[in-house]
């Protein structure tokens, strides 16, 4: 992965090369003002969810756009300000930004200071896009369950008809991210050139390495050795030649394709939006849709608590659980999985596909009140054509098992793993396993073969960890570098996160702790609960807020 992450940033600085200096400056010009407080005059309509903001293209440019837009939705829920501005000032600083993104704001109609918070944000960087907009989601659709897949949902709905011709819709890419989503300039321009190059890009979904390089040395190891593992559980299904790779909180996906499959789910079973994704177009398409990686890491930052001290450490923790909690309520999708695979392989004939923002049952669910006030709008029926091709090969059963297999690894192994350890180790202490003729053969070579995999696996992760630290600085130096010559440097100065063995050889030992604080007692609860029930009360995890890591970097300069 390390070695891709490389190479990545030449393909991406072969699109720009044949560009002059002076053109590349003026796209990414007046950095050090993104993130000044100093608001300029936005033309928005205040009263709308869908508030847009548009500058000309930046000339020199279109070629290597080549007209492909991107549509970047940044979903939004009682964020910090400051770290918003910080996503979208990286966002405003690449080299396309002017010529070919289309940002929005996606923002819960639950939250008191979304409103606000858009305007103020569109007011800041309204020259800084192609466009920026905001669209407010509606908190009391009947039938959807409140999180990021049904925010991305409606939002993807709304800006849709920013498209309304097949060339656009079909040179659209939409890219999902996290509100502390740092993405490289790199991304966009790989996304760019495979989209160009591609001809089945039409149908294609964009999965991305992620890494917790911005506040990892801020967090306690427990907390930063869970990410260093959820890190590595996204990865290993990134590599060339693996047939199902599932992204991990960031992706991209063609407008065509995102059409073809109907859009994005928004009911219990897709609180998982970006695996549920996944598998809707797995499944949706028949094994038809193609995925892609790219090279180019997404920075995140760890889930953060600014309580200081003992107190401090627990609320971390805290946090983290209730992150994982999250991530294991996703065990959904697993059922869904199933119930799909056995509907896909009993059907004779292809299910018909979906026509995106074509059904009359969300019209109906959504409260009258919506309607009144114009903020809701409908594509109307077959304006999309379908992009999959019926002769391309579908899946096979060996791809679903695989598939399958990557589910097992996610929601419920984790819980597996722990009771297969307790159950040898209270039947040895109970029964007396390891007396002669106490035990069957049978269970006995159960036993041993088990302790095998456990020296296998502790074996395998150490060589996973060694791995890791090569990742983690390539990652690390390249966002720094993009930073620096960004002109962002200067403000986000404690952001990036260098390792060594020496400052953090707890992480390395703490696999046992954390496996079971993140993944069985999450894993265990989740399940049992879905015996009663599928819905989960949303939270957002605790972020470092930009203010205070300023505040921090001011600190230790004075005292310096």
């Not at 508030?51 to 991107?70: C, D, L, N, Q, Y």
């Not at 896009?129 to 709304?158: C, M, T």
């Not at 591609?198 to 991305?208: E, G």
Request: aromatic content about 10%; charged content about 20%.
């Amino acid at each position: 992965m390390t070695e891709e992450v490389r190479l990545a940033k030449y393909d991406a600085a072969e699109i720009t090369r044949p560009y002059t200096e002076s053109e590349a400056s003026s796209a990414i010009d007046d950095k050090s003002s993104l993130i000044s407080l100093a608001a300029s005059n936005a033309s928005t309509t205040p009263d709308a969810p869908l508030s847009r903001s548009s500058t000309p293209k930046i000339g020199g440019f279109e070629e290597v756009a080549e007209s492909v837009m991107h549509a970047i939705i940044l979903p939004s829920y009682k964020e910090d300000v400051d770290n918003l501005k910080e996503t979208v000032s990286v966002l405003a600083s690449h080299i396309l930004a002017k010529s070919s993104y289309d940002l929005y704001l996606a923002m819960e109609q639950r939250d008191p200071e979304a409103k606000s918070t858009a305007e103020a944000l569109i007011k800041i960087f309204e020259k800084s896009f192609h466009s920026i907009s905001y669209i407010l989601h509606p908190g009391d659709i009947s039938g959807e369950v409140a999180g990021k897949s049904s925010n991305v949902s409606w939002a993807a709905r709304q800006l849709s008809h920013n498209y309304v011709d097949t060339q656009s819709r079909r040179n659209c890419i939409i890219t999902v991210m996290d509100s502390d989503t740092h993405l490289s300039s790199n991304y966009f321009l790989l996304l760019t050139k495979n989209h160009r190059e591609d001809p089945n890009a039409a149908n294609t979904l964009y999965a991305v390495p992620v890494i917790f390089d911005r506040n990892a040395h801020e967090v306690n190891p427990l907390v930063r050795a869970a990410d260093i593992f959820w890190c590595g559980a996204g990865l290993s299904g990134l590599y060339k030649g693996s047939t199902i790779k599932i992204p991990t909180s960031v992706y991209s996906i063609t407008m065509t394709l995102a059409g073809d499959v109907g859009g994005w789910d928004t009911g219990p079973e897709s609180i998982g939006e970006d695996m549920h994704m996944f598998m809707k177009c797995y499944f949706k398409t028949k094994g038809r849709f193609q995925t892609k990686i790219i090279y180019s890491p997404a920075s995140q930052s760890n889930v953060f608590s600014d309580v200081k001290g003992i107190r401090g450490i627990f609320a971390n923790v805290y946090s983290r659980y209730k992150q994982a909690l999250r991530h294991m309520w996703g065990s959904l999708d697993s059922g869904y999985a199933v119930r799909k695979g056995i509907e896909a392989l009993l059907s004779k004939n292809d299910e018909k596909l979906t026509q995106w923002l074509s059904s009359p049952a969300l019209e109906e669910r959504v409260p009258q009140w919506v309607n009144d006030s114009n903020l809701t709008h409908f594509t109307p029926p077959n304006m999309y054509e379908s992009s999959i091709d019926p002769s391309r090969s579908r899946f096979s059963v060996v791809s679903l098992c695989l598939l399958y297999h990557r589910l097992y690894e996610a929601h419920f192994l984790p819980a597996h793993l722990t009771v297969a350890l307790l159950a040898e180790v209270l039947y040895g202490a109970i029964v007396g396993a390891t007396k002669a003729g106490g035990t069957h053969p049978l269970l006995l070579w159960s036993f041993s073969f088990c302790g095998t995999l456990r020296v296998v696996g502790f074996l395998a992760t150490n060589v996973f960890m060694y791995l890791y630290e090569s990742y983690h600085l390539a990652c690390v130096r390249a966002r720094e570098d993009e930073m620096k010559q960004a002109g962002l440097y200067e403000q986000m100065q404690g952001s990036f996160t260098y390792r060594s063995i020496g400052k953090n050889w707890f992480d390395y030992i703490a696999l046992p702790v954390n496996g079971t604080l993140y993944g069985t007692i999450p894993a265990v609860v989740a399940e049992f609960c879905h015996l009663w029930t599928d819905r989960l009360v949303y939270q957002v995890s605790a972020k470092p807020k930009l203010l205070k890591l300023v505040e921090r970097v001011e600190e230790a300069v004075r005292l310096a």
